[in-house]
């Protein structure tokens, strides 16, 4: 039984390359929102796996980083939590950025069309309109202003 205090260890790079290789290939998946071809954005995907990835694009719709990934335990790998190609190459080392160093350029080009063109969660629902008051109520409110007023 998991601690409930002591939060899962990040997911792995090998458990990042696996997700975001499923997200490449066919994994079906549903994005919050759209990229935005004018403003910076963050684009939530959540995969049918369970895991939910939190991708940064720039104007333009350019996907920069993925900026966070939570697997189905819970566990969480966020930007700045790795270095590559790991923590013992001194000043060589740099922060790791999966869609970078984990995937090839033709996987990065394909996500980036499945993102750009995959489907979305639907808008909530609106909240139903409220009824509209009756004579006798908007007289009574007006009545009552104007009193406030004259005291």
């Known amino acids: ?18 997700v975001l290789a499923q997200a490449v290939e066919s994994e079906p998946l549903l994005a919050d929102h759209m990229p935005d071809e004018n403003d910076w954005t963050t684009q ?13 694009w720039l104007p333009g719709r350019t996907m920069e980083r993925l900026f966070a990934a939570q697997a189905p ?14 923590w013992n190459a001194g000043p060589d080392a740099v ?17 980036h069309q499945r993102l750009l063109t995959c489907c979305c969660w639907p808008e909530p629902d609106p909240l139903p309109a409220p009824p509209p008051r009756s004579a006798e109520e908007i007289e009574r409110l007006l009545s009552f202003d104007v009193a406030e007023m004259a005291s």
């Open 1 to 18: 039984m998991p601690d409930p205090i002591q939060p899962p260890a990040p997911p792995s790079r090998v458990a990042l390359l696996a």
């Open 95 to 111: 922060v790791l950025e999966p869609l970078r160093h984990l995937l090839t350029p033709e996987q990065r080009q394909r996500l």
């Open 44 to 56: 939530r995907i959540d995969l049918a796996s369970g895991w939910i990835l939190w991708i940064h």
């Open 73 to 86: 335990d819970g566990a969480r790998w966020s930007y700045g939590c790795d270095r590559w190609p790991d």
